[in-house]
């Protein structure tokens, strides 16, 4: 059974860190480009950040970039979406999903994901 589960998750002020993790069993995530993905209440899913399988290129929405890093650790099977200078807009809830390339959202399997609040 093929299981992705987030983690990391949380209340941070606005200006702080965290740091979430999806760490996959059932599946090789090295077989995969990974994104992580938010959606935020009355608002459409937003692919924001993505890693690929092979050279490890990554991707990251404007909203996002030089904020957001996204990284992975092939031993552990899982990947990380380093997040810090967030923002009240950041708030949402972020899940991970596996894809064939970061050029195409369309995702294979995907978690359930963890809730983000940024808020003072």
């Known amino acids: 059974q093929v299981q992705l589960v987030e983690s990391g998750g949380g209340l941070v002020q606005p200006g702080g860190s965290l740091t979430l993790t999806c760490t996959a069993s059932?599946?090789?995530?090295?077989?995969?480009?990974v994104g992580w993905f938010r959606q935020a209440p009355e608002k459409q899913r937003e692919g924001i950040s993505c890693i690929s399988s092979t050279d490890g290129d990554t991707y990251h929405k404007d909203s996002v970039k030089g904020r957001f890093t996204i990284s992975r650790d092939n031993d552990k099977n899982s990947v990380y979406l380093q997040m810090s200078s967030l923002r009240p807009a950041d708030k949402a809830h972020y899940y991970c999903?596996?894809?064939?390339?970061?050029?195409?959202?369309?995702?294979?399997?995907r978690g359930q994901g963890t809730q983000v609040t940024v808020s003072s």
């Open positions: 059932g599946v090789s995530l090295d077989s995969y480009a």
């Open positions: 999903a596996t894809l064939q390339y970061c050029s195409d959202w369309s995702y294979g399997y």
